[in-house]
């Protein structure tokens, strides 16, 4: 993964809990779940309406 092990993931864990806090950390990942869902909810709205778009046309002729 991107040649990062266990190791460097601690630090950046503990990084991440000097700069935020314990009481911090469910907001911001509660935050990056909706703007991972937002972002796959709009790929695949944009990849759904590519597709369906030359079947349209064709239908249209």
């Keep these: 993964m991107f040649g990062i092990g266990i190791p460097e993931l601690l630090i950046i864990l503990v990084i991440i809990l000097i700069i935020f806090g314990v009481g911090k ?8 779940g909706q ?13 759904h309406d590519t597709t369906e778009t030359p079947a349209k046309k064709e239908g249209n002729k």
């Design 35 to 47: 703007g991972i869902k937002n972002f796959k909810k709009s790929v695949s709205s944009d990849s």
């Design 25 to 32: 950390l469910p907001q911001i990942g509660s935050a990056l």
